[in-house]
């Protein structure tokens, strides 16, 4: 019986069908697995560049392009009109990559094309350090050398991207954002196989699950075109497939990756992987991450990623504050959680009455509220001291300059009112929560067999003791996403020193499938250039950090004022919305709740629908930079950039007071500010009245 499998292009085709031809396909593909090989009607074209390519019919105008891959397994890569199937046929040449032996497909003819129109390069090739031997070790066909010897800008190289095959394209961007040959290989060295058979296409679509699909029978079929947008809950990058689906990693295992690379996809498919592989007891998996917005996104990605109840069933999908909650609440009813209202002004109360603090060289400085709850949280709390003589002696790594030990008594006696403020009203901060609920899961059996973690790095040490503590140690226990260059809040963690050692298991993710080259580049150019120090006490750096599509520029508006500026972005959300963007997939983004209120406000005025979660209504997004953590926007706008305005005044220690301290402040904004902007997927607009800030890069 002839077998049919899908190509990751035939997805977003199908996704634009009208749906009688949809359901044409469905048809077709029915017929297709019913018959024998000599029952099909697959067309042979002449002038194909490719022996192996067919059509099929699919309706009176609509031809499916087939490639027959032998023993009767065939894979469907296009639906279209009669005329464009034929040319999309003819065009292509399918091989197998000699290195990794997975299928690939080339534009043969356009390849032709581009040879014809570009002249040898006259200055330096963008490949000049790549010796052709270097380029065969990476899997660059020895064909294509001439060709990219003629290559000398990033632009010509895109002009490539849509005629080379994925993974020698994905090769080439690696060498040309400035990976070295050796780190190039190093990303593909655990794919490369020995037994390349270049005339086997079977064998090689067998090992391209990223792009071919084998599907199992209808039922699988139609829950992947249940959802043909959504290409990533079938065909995941080969990078992030080794990462979610190896089978064993001897202990907690950490995932990196920027902005976009699919951390939260591999997690997702982690958990249902490992879900699947559970005895069917009472096991499950725990799936966390930093808040219950966040988490209520999981839960319905992973609702779209499997409706199978018995995986579903496995996988508890909570947020950290919320899991700690329920941890405490076994053991006592009444909990009253002190919230930010709650607790900014008994620092600010602290930080007043405070006395006033005589640096090494003799200046003189108050302390200021955030930095007491920082020294709270990150010093005291992270290391979970409770005597004043114990903070004396402590070290307080990466918290700027030091403190005498009579600094220190001040600081400790300053923050131990407002911790036994609390106290006295029978109140705990999430942090104090995780920190008891860790306490309390230590002693107590662990209930999860697996945690996979998102946006884990901006967890504080509290909450990963309580993560540690509630699942055993030992294969598969923690799967960990994390991108240190989205840092915005101020955990310094080691997970080493918290019983969580990932030496030896920890990967990187480096193609960002969301936001355009264009965005992209706009957004690392915010980062401060020197590497951050990642959870596992390693420099993480961004080389080979790229995106694999190409947009419009981002644009700045400026404005004489506020008032103007918000006229403007009036008109800008209602000409994405006049274009057919969804209200949901548009958000603004500032750096402050007040300007955060005054844009809902003047957006509702404009009776432009906003989303307002408390009333469960749907709309546009607007919200403070940190709220836009974790989500994406085919539209973004971020607004307010203004000198005054980011870097916030009040988040950023002086220079003068702290030069140590001023530079982590400095970055966390940085950092704040990256995340909004890799927010968008395909246009981001920005705006500011006034000076615009120096965080952001001049725009030409
Ligand atoms: N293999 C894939 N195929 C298609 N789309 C993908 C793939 N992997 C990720 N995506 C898409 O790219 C976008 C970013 O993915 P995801 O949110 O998982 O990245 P992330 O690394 O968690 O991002 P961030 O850290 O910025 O929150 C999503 O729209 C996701 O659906």
Redesign the pocket.
Known sequence: MAELAIDRGFLPAYAKLQRPVQHAVLTAIDKFSAHTHAGIHLEKLSGARDPHVRTIRIDQFYRGVVLALGAERYALLNVLPHDDANTFATRRRFTVNQVLGVLEVRDQAGLDEFTASTEPSPTTGLFDDVSAANFERLGIDKELVPLLRRISTDKELEGLSTLLPQVQYDVLTGLASGMSVPEVWEEMAERIVDDVNPDDLLTAAQRTP?RIAFVSGPVELAAILAHPF???RT???SA?RDVAYRVTYTGPALIT????????????HRAVFLARRLPDDESKVLLTTYTRSLADALGKQLRLLSSDPAVLRRIEVVGVDKLAHQIVAQRRKRITVATDSIVEPLWEEAARTAPSQVNRAGVVSRVSPAFLKREWEQVILAQQLTTAEAYRDTPRKGRGAGLRAAQRDQVWAAISGVVDKLASMRMQTHTQLADEAAALAAGAPAPYRHIVV??GQDLHPAQWRLLRALVPAGNNDMFL?A?PH?RIYDSQVSLARLGIPVRGRTRR?TV???TTHEILDLSVKVLDPHAVVGLDDAPDSLTGYRSITRGSRPELSTHRDQNDELESLIERVGTWLDQGVEPHAIGVAARTGKLVKAIRTTLAGAYIPVADDNQGTDGVRVTTMHGM????FRCLAVVGLDAGALPAANAVTSAADDPLAYRQDLQRERCLLF?AL??A?DVLYLSHSGKPTNLLPALT
């Open positions: 990223d959504d290409v990533w065909f995941l990058h992030q990756g920027s902005a976009g690379t699919g951390k939260t996809v591999t997690g997702l998102d946006e996403l991108d989205q993710l960002n499938y969301r953590k974790g989500l994406e995340v890799t927010r997927r």
